[in-house]
C-alpha cells in the first residue's frame, strides 16, 4: 500500500548537493605588505590590551591577605 513514492516537491534541493560548476572562481589576491602589517599591528594591540587589563586588575582580584584592620591612615600616625 506505501510502495508508491509520491514526487517530491523540491527535489532540487536534494540534487543541489552533488552539483559541480565548471566555472572556476578567480584566484584570490594576496594581501600587500601594508595590509600584513596592519594585521599585524591591530593583533599585537589587542593582545597588548587585554594582557594590560589583566596586569592592572590583578590587585584588584586578588585576595587582601594583610589586616587591613591593623592599617593606620597617616592622618591618625601624626598624632
Not at 13 to 26: I, K, M
Amino acid at each position: 500500500m506505501f510502495g508508491r513514492r509520491e514526487p517530491v516537491p523540491f527535489a532540487f534541493v536534494a540534487e543541489a548537493d552533488r552539483f559541480r560548476s565548471n566555472v572556476t572562481p578567480p584566484p584570490r589576491e594576496r594581501a600587500s605588505v601594508g595590509q600584513m602589517a596592519g594585521r599585524w599591528l591591530l593583533g599585537l594591540t589587542l593582545v597588548a590590551g587585554l594582557v594590560g587589563s589583566l596586569v592592572i586588575g590583578m590587585p584588584a582580584l586578588s585576595a587582601d591577605s594583610s589586616g587591613s584592620g591593623t592599617q593606620q591612615s597617616q592622618a591618625t600616625e601624626g598624632r
